[in-house]
Structure formats: structure tokens, C-alpha cells
């Protein structure tokens, strides 16, 4: 005995069907969105644009359906949607340390333990190592030191109190990074051995020969 579906439940079927393929192809669209977005994350004013229209179309979605259509399905995904717009993470202007090195011109950048630059409070730096200057910045990227590759003259590290410290002289200048913690020898010889590679070889000092006596 064979039975025949109704139509309700067909199209019941036939609607399933549709949001399944529509869940899948929406699914698809945001794993491909989602180097564009981190891309949009770092303009504020875009970033803030996209939270607000994410915003107004999930609210879009919780009322319309249910003045309309009554269907509750996309007024789930509407609530998603504004919530997702209402918990995304603020902006993210901040430029990458590969962006940076690009900019300065850096061929390599090491770990540059903290650095207390005058009387300001010690802050941590990364050394941007290029052929005329080493860049010491902070965590935001801003200048604490400039140091000219041509006037330096050593790099050293040494062993005080629990600490590892790099030494940096040049002309008439000393710079001390302090490092701790369990890799602190590793990254203060990694940073001697950065700095050395590009510092100029000091010339040979030839003896001067005297003048014959008459």
C-alpha cells in the first residue's frame, strides 16, 4: 500500500532542502570572507560600517519575517547576525611587524628584550636590523632608539643578576636590552650575533715607521 505526500509536506521538504543548501552556500561564503575581513578589520571607519549594516540587517531579519512570513528560521538568523555585529572585536589599525620592516627597510627583526630609554619607564623592543640603522621600537612601533650601523663599534652580551644584557656602543653612545626568563641567553645572543653581522670592520691600524735619522 503505497502512500502519497501531501503538499504541505512537500513543500515542508522542499523548504528544508533550500535552507540546508543556503546554510551550506552561506558557510562556504564566510570561510572565503574571512581574509577580507581581518583585511577590513584594520580601517576603523570600514570596520565600523560593516558592524553597523551586519547590525541593521540581523535586526532586518528578526522583524520582517515575522511581520511577513512568520518564519522563524530567519529570525534565528537574524539574532545571530546582530549578535555577531553587537560582539565583534573593535578595529585592529595596528601595522604588522612584517609591514613595518618593509617600511624601515629592515632585512631581519629580533627580539629586543626591554629597553628603559631615558627617564620613561622600561618598555619592550623589537630591534629592526638594517644595512644603515638599527631601529629599537616598542610594542606600538614607535621609536625608542636609532642607532647608525656605520657608528657602531660593539655589540655584547653579559651575564648580571639573573638578567642577560646586550650591550650596543657607537660613537659616543651606550644602549643596555635587558632580557629574562627561561630563553633570555638564546634571544641576547641572538641579538649579538644579528647586530655583529652587520657592523662595519674596524680598519687594521698600520704602524708608522720613523723617519731615518740624518
Known amino acids: 500500500m503505497s502512500t502519497t505526500a501531501s503538499p504541505a509536506e512537500t513543500q ?19 570561510v572565503l570572507l574571512i581574509p577580507k575581513l581581518l583585511h577590513l578589520r584594520r580601517n ?14 540581523g535586526a532586518a531579519l528578526v522583524v520582517l ?7 522563524w528560521l530567519a529570525s534565528i538568523a537574524g539574532l545571530a547576525l546582530f549578535l555577531v555585529a553587537t560582539l565583534l572585536p573593535r578595529a585592529k589599525p595596528d601595522t604588522t611587524t612584517d609591514e613595518k620592516a618593509r617600511e624601515l627597510g629592515a632585512f631581519v ?17 623589537q ?10 621600537l616598542d610594542a606600538h612601533f614607535q621609536p625608542l632608539l636609532v642607532i647608525p650601523v656605520a657608528d657602531m663599534t660593539s655589540a655584547r652580551v ?3 643578576d639573573s638578567r642577560w644584557l646586550v650591550h650596543i656602543r657607537w660613537a659616543d653612545h651606550h644602549a643596555e636590552f635587558v632580557y629574562r626568563g ?25 704602524p708608522q715607521r720613523r723617519a731615518a735619522s740624518a
Not at 44 to 57: C, N, Y
Not at 182 to 206: D, G, K, N, Q, Y
Open 12 to 30: 515542508r521538504e522542499g523548504t528544508g532542502v533550500r535552507l540546508r543548501n543556503a546554510a551550506i552556500g552561506a558557510l562556504f561564503g564566510i
Open 44 to 57: 576603523p571607519r570600514t570596520w565600523m560600517l560593516f558592524r553597523i549594516a551586519l547590525g541593521f540587517a
Open 65 to 71: 519575517p515575522l511581520g511577513l512570513w512568520n518564519n
Open 109 to 125: 627583526v629580533v627580539n629586543g628584550g626591554r629597553y628603559q630609554p631615558g627617564n620613561a619607564p622600561p618598555a619592550s623592543a
Open 127 to 136: 630591534l629592526f636590523v638594517g644595512a644603515e640603522h638599527v631601529w629599537a
Open 158 to 160: 653579559e651575564e648580571f
Open 182 to 206: 627561561i630563553f633570555a641567553e638564546h634571544l641576547a645572543r641572538v641579538a649579538e650575533s644579528t647586530l655583529r653581522s652587520v657592523m662595519r670592520p674596524s680598519l687594521p691600524v698600520l
